[in-house]
């Protein structure tokens, strides 16, 4: 079995291709897949928006095999991306990202079907990462940064046999995963973003399920791990008299969660999910000191940051059959030192020392100055979306589908988080058959007023899209066969100036795509 597929763009002059191949026999199976992506600088409505290009290719390769008592499988994948950095200084010094990623990964499991145990799993995974940050000052390409990460990890799970009680029956699992990651962000001019650090982490883990009845199913779910990180930070991150020096810093996080979901006669459900989690600061959070090209950032780590905790409580309605189909959740997440990137309001030409009102005022490139902070906060929001088919009509259906997003998010002493997405609404009419599919819809994104510390009001947005496809089908013998699909979908037809909040781009008033047309097509192989 395989597949081919591939697509045309006209807002980028884009050019995607991709296959996926699959064989076996004798239990065992052989895997294959690829893509290449060639985009040229895309267009806006205010021109073309320089230094967009993407040159991007990959693949991977795997074997397997089957058996009655289960499989053992490994893969090799590959990619690699040369795209540009849009922003004030793209037509200067044209700053690249020039990276390329491999992967090794092998997965496994027993299905052992006695002594109380249901199967054993294990998971394993090496990568090998790697950027240059590639700029132009004038007399040629020159690295700039380099950034390189070697990781490890493995997850091994025992999942248990089904037993019934008075309660109900139940189902989990645990086991436990360990990581080891070296990382660094190396800079050939000015401050390195990140010196050699390295993070240990082994945690344990446990899930388990318990239905009630064919209605109610309870879950619950615990985590606990110790990570330990070793770098070279600042014990004044702001301060360029102090030295780095050597740090270490350990953290033990706990997590939990319980929930359970009600299906109700109508085949829609209910769920109700609370959580407790916190999480260890990376060491990107803790070390960082130095420039971040693809963010247009100079980045300041924190040493002092504790464990980030969140207490969550979800509620979730949704049905995903019938005439209405639909799926509604609303939360609310109290944060106890969360982490983010503050901007300062200062700027740096590379090195922290030279951060302050000064900098921009030579020929060296200027980077918006980012610190590592932590504060209590709130998150409050909703995800609604849904679809309803009106009636029958020709050989298929048509109806109208909505969709609506907002989350709100502050601190509790005052003040917003930096970098929230707008609240969205949107909504299209579709018809739908065995073979065809169309769409028109138009999505609205308002005003982002609620700006953190530094930042500037994002303007709302409205995307209209549309989209005509066709689906065929060839049975052979057994019923199932090739199939085909063709199509062509046009998205931001009006051509509206898009900024996305949740970038640092969004300063420099970098517009995503403008009007794009989008011919598409796959071959599946059975």
């Given at each position: 079995?395989?597949?081919?597929?591939?697509?045309?763009?006209?807002?980028?002059?884009?050019?995607?291709?991709?296959?996926?191949?699959?064989?076996?026999?004798?239990?065992?199976?052989?895997?294959?897949?690829?893509?290449?992506?060639?985009?040229?600088?895309?267009?806006?409505?205010?021109?073309?928006?320089?230094?967009?290009?993407?040159?991007?290719?990959?693949?991977?390769?795997?074997?397997?095999?089957?058996?009655?008592?289960?499989?053992?499988?490994?893969?090799?994948?590959?990619?690699?991306?040369?795209?540009?950095?849009?922003?004030?200084?793209?037509?200067?010094?044209?700053?690249?990202?020039?990276?390329?990623?491999?992967?090794?990964?092998?997965?496994?499991?027993?299905?052992?079907?006695?002594?109380?145990?249901?199967?054993?799993?294990?998971?394993?995974?090496?990568?090998?990462?790697?950027?240059?940050?590639?700029?132009?000052?004038?007399?040629?390409?020159?690295?700039?940064?380099?950034?390189?990460?070697?990781?490890?990890?493995?997850?091994?799970?025992?999942?248990?046999?089904?037993?019934?009680?008075?309660?109900?029956?139940?189902?989990?699992?645990?086991?436990?995963?360990?990581?080891?990651?070296?990382?660094?962000?190396?800079?050939?001019?000015?401050?390195?973003?990140?010196?050699?650090?390295?993070?240990?982490?082994?945690?344990?883990?446990?899930?388990?399920?318990?239905?009630?009845?064919?209605?109610?199913?309870?879950?619950?779910?615990?985590?606990?791990?110790?990570?330990?990180?070793?770098?070279?930070?600042?014990?004044?991150?702001?301060?360029?008299?102090?030295?780095?020096?050597?740090?270490?810093?350990?953290?033990?996080?706990?997590?939990?969660?319980?929930?359970?979901?009600?299906?109700?006669?109508?085949?829609?459900?209910?769920?109700?999910?609370?959580?407790?989690?916190?999480?260890?600061?990376?060491?990107?959070?803790?070390?960082?000191?130095?420039?971040?090209?693809?963010?247009?950032?100079?980045?300041?780590?924190?040493?002092?940051?504790?464990?980030?905790?969140?207490?969550?409580?979800?509620?979730?309605?949704?049905?995903?059959?019938?005439?209405?189909?639909?799926?509604?959740?609303?939360?609310?997440?109290?944060?106890?030192?969360?982490?983010?990137?503050?901007?300062?309001?200062?700027?740096?030409?590379?090195?922290?020392?030279?951060?302050?009102?000064?900098?921009?005022?030579?020929?060296?490139?200027?980077?918006?100055?980012?610190?590592?902070?932590?504060?209590?906060?709130?998150?409050?929001?909703?995800?609604?979306?849904?679809?309803?088919?009106i009636r029958p009509i020709w050989r298929g259906v048509w109806g109208i589908d909505g969709q609506f997003d907002y989350v709100r998010a502050r601190f509790t002493d005052g003040g917003n988080v930096?970098?929230?997405?707008?609240?969205?609404?949107?909504?299209?009419?579709?018809?739908?058959?065995?073979?065809?599919?169309?769409?028109?819809?138009?999505?609205?994104?308002?005003?982002?007023?609620?700006?953190?510390?530094?930042?500037?009001?994002?303007?709302?947005?409205?995307?209209?899209?549309?989209?005509?496809?066709?689906?065929?089908?060839?049975?052979?013998?057994?019923?199932?066969?090739?199939?085909?699909?063709?199509?062509?979908?046009?998205?931001?037809?009006?051509?509206?100036?898009?900024?996305?909040?949740?970038?640092?781009?969004?300063?420099?008033?970098?517009?995503?795509?403008?009007?794009?047309?989008?011919?598409?097509?796959?071959?599946?192989?059975?």
């Amino acid at each position: 079995m395989g597949q081919i597929k591939g697509d045309l763009t006209s807002v980028d002059e884009g050019r995607n291709e991709a296959f996926q191949a699959m064989a076996g026999a004798r239990g065992f199976v052989v895997y294959g897949d690829g893509f290449r992506r060639r985009t040229e600088d895309y267009d806006t409505p205010r021109g073309t928006e320089f230094n967009t290009f993407v040159d991007a290719e990959g693949g991977a390769v795997g074997t397997s095999y089957v058996g009655d008592k289960g499989f053992v499988g490994v893969s090799l994948s590959r990619y690699q991306s040369f795209y540009g950095i849009p922003g004030e200084e793209a037509v200067e010094l044209m700053p690249r990202i020039d990276l390329e990623q491999n992967r090794l990964q092998s997965k496994g499991e027993w299905r052992v079907g006695g002594m109380g145990i249901e199967a054993i799993r294990y998971w394993f995974g090496t990568s090998e990462y790697a950027h240059d940050e590639v700029v132009d000052e004038g007399e040629g390409d020159e690295i700039g940064s380099r950034f390189t990460v070697e990781a490890y990890e493995t997850r091994v799970e025992l999942q248990h046999l089904p037993f019934v009680t008075s309660l109900g029956r139940f189902r989990g699992a645990f086991g436990t995963q360990i990581i080891d990651r070296n990382a660094r962000g190396q800079s050939f001019e000015g401050d390195s973003l990140l010196e050699p650090a390295r993070t240990e982490s082994i945690a344990a883990f446990w899930f388990e399920e318990l239905d009630v009845d064919r209605y109610l199913t309870l879950q619950a779910a615990a985590r606990i791990e110790y990570s330990d990180l070793d770098g070279f930070g600042r014990l004044e991150p702001l301060n360029p008299d102090i030295p780095l020096v050597a740090l270490n810093r350990d953290y033990t996080p706990f997590s939990a969660s319980v929930g359970g979901l009600y299906r109700l006669h109508d085949d829609s459900v209910v769920s109700l999910n609370t959580q407790y989690v916190e999480r260890a600061p990376a060491d990107a959070e803790l070390f960082s000191t130095g420039i971040h090209e693809a963010t247009g950032t100079f980045e300041i780590g924190n040493p002092d940051l504790v464990k980030e905790k969140a207490a969550t409580i979800e509620l979730g309605y949704r049905k995903s059959s019938g005439r209405f189909r639909y799926d509604a959740t609303a939360y609310f997440s109290y944060f106890d030192g969360f982490i983010f990137r503050q901007l300062t309001g200062l700027e740096c030409e590379g090195t922290l020392a030279s951060c302050g009102t000064d900098a921009g005022d030579g020929e060296e490139e200027t980077l918006d100055q980012v610190l590592f902070e932590q504060r209590n906060s709130t998150f409050a929001g909703t995800e609604l979306a849904g679809q309803y088919d009106i009636r029958p009509i020709w050989r298929g259906v048509w109806g109208i589908d909505g969709q609506f997003d907002y989350v709100r998010a502050r601190f509790t002493d005052g003040g917003n988080v930096p970098r929230i997405p707008p609240a969205r609404l949107g909504g299209g009419v579709y018809y739908r058959d065995d073979n065809w599919f169309a769409r028109t819809g138009v999505l609205q994104a308002f005003d982002q007023n609620f700006f953190g510390e530094n930042e500037i009001a994002t303007p709302g947005y409205t995307l209209v899209s549309a989209e005509l496809s066709y689906r065929v089908d060839w049975e052979d013998l057994d019923g199932v066969g090739p199939s085909m699909t063709i199509g062509i979908k046009g998205q931001n037809l009006a051509n509206d100036e898009v900024l996305n909040s949740a970038s640092f781009k969004r300063r420099e008033n970098v517009l995503l795509p403008g009007a794009n047309v989008r011919l598409f097509g796959s071959i599946k192989l059975n």
